[in-house]
């Protein structure tokens, strides 16, 4: 049993596109939010009721970028503000217990740090998306961060306009362990990178478990502050890989429930106390895992 474990939830996107395949082109998560809202407060039950403590808002696609490709840039901030309000309405269901939090992700493509948005793009819809979920979510998640000026520049903006709610912040990591984050940029320059900024907990997500273990090593020595991670199940990305451009990438045949519960496990004797999935695990894996951690997986 491990004590003062979090449990997070698991991938959304997934989830939803098993049950809107339109969600995997164009829109992608966001579809939901326009067609079917009540499909996000379910899929957020289902994490809930598989013991996740936090479940994550579904603005991962609620940005300009995405939203764009419907015609509906415009409507970013009353979809981010949606998705906010639609995860607190799951969330009480725990009696009060399970937090909020909000989804900062990337502006453009996941892992594509050579498209990241300078400052004076970026900042202002990071301002906006913190403001508008701001008054549901118990704190806010800068995760999918691909170098470390992303990532500076999102926790910048929910620390200045987030009303004082804690701040997390994820990077995604190449998926050759120890190569550091997908920019190439090492750990310890993307931890510096946010130096002077009050983050309340450092972590690593929609990464491959293998890499999080020996990131979470390297992690732990710069800081005591806590860690956690929320790896993926998705197979190699290859370079140059857009969510729209028809390279389908798959999940990993070689990463069953028991083994990922038992990548979480080692990611844990490493250091992590913040532990959930992201792309490809669902409230299965979820629901394996929390039993598992703390202590109460049938025998």
Known sequence: MNAAITVLDGGMGGEIQARIPAAAHGLWSATALVEMPELVVELHREFID????VITTNTYATVPSYLGKGGMADRFEELTALAARLARKA???GGGQVRVAGSLPPLDESYRFDLVHEDDDAAPIYRRMVRAMAADVDLFLCETMSCAHEA???AAEALAHGGGKPVYVAWTLGEEPGTGLRSGETIAEAFAALDGLDVAAYLFNCT???AIEVGLVELKALTDKPLGCYPNRLNRVPTGWTLDNERVIGLRDDLPVELYVESIQRSIDCGATIVGGC????PRYIQAMSQTVRGTAAV
């Open 50 to 53: 598989a013991g996740a403590d």
């Open 208 to 210: 491959h478990p293998e």
């Open 91 to 93: 969330a009480s269901r």
């Open 152 to 154: 500076r520049c999102a």
């Open 279 to 282: 792309c490809g695990i669902g």
